[in-house]
């Protein structure tokens, strides 16, 4: 079963050292964090997953660097990129964009 959400992973700005990395990461609620960190540069692939069902409306912050700018991307996720996470063997497509 797929469901079509009109929902985002939303890439923030947030403060600290600069970090450079693949991302995986799992989501085991609406307020988890993937990472937060100053200036972080996107150079690999983002790997997510779900750890609950998100509701229709739900925001899945992978990136908070408070005042400091994220830059690079995901190599397998561009800006507007579709990201469809299972939970339960129900789909829920994010798209993933810059705060």
Same mark, same amino acid.
């Given at each position: 079963?797929?469901?079509?959400? @009109?929902?985002?992973?939303? #890439?923030?700005? !947030? ?10 990461? *799992?989501?085991? !609620? %609406? ?6 960190? =100053? ?5 690999? %692939?983002? +790997? ?7 509701? @229709? ?8 660097? =408070?005042? +400091? ?8 996720? @561009?800006? =507007?990129?579709?990201?469809? #996470?299972?939970?339960?063997?129900? *789909? ?8």
């Amino acid at each position: 079963m797929k469901k079509c959400l @009109p929902i985002a992973l939303l #890439l923030a700005l !947030s403060s600290l050292g600069q970090v450079r990395a693949s991302l995986t990461y *799992t989501f085991n !609620s %609406a307020t988890d964090v993937a990472v937060t960190s =100053g200036n972080y540069t996107a150079n690999g %692939a983002l +790997s997510l997953s779900l750890g609950f069902a998100p509701t @229709p409306g739900t925001n899945l912050n992978v990136i908070i660097s =408070g005042l +400091s700018f994220i830059s690079g991307t995901f190599i397998n996720v @561009p800006q =507007g990129g579709v990201v469809p #996470l299972t939970f339960n063997g129900v *789909t829920y497509n994010y798209t993933q964009r810059h705060k």
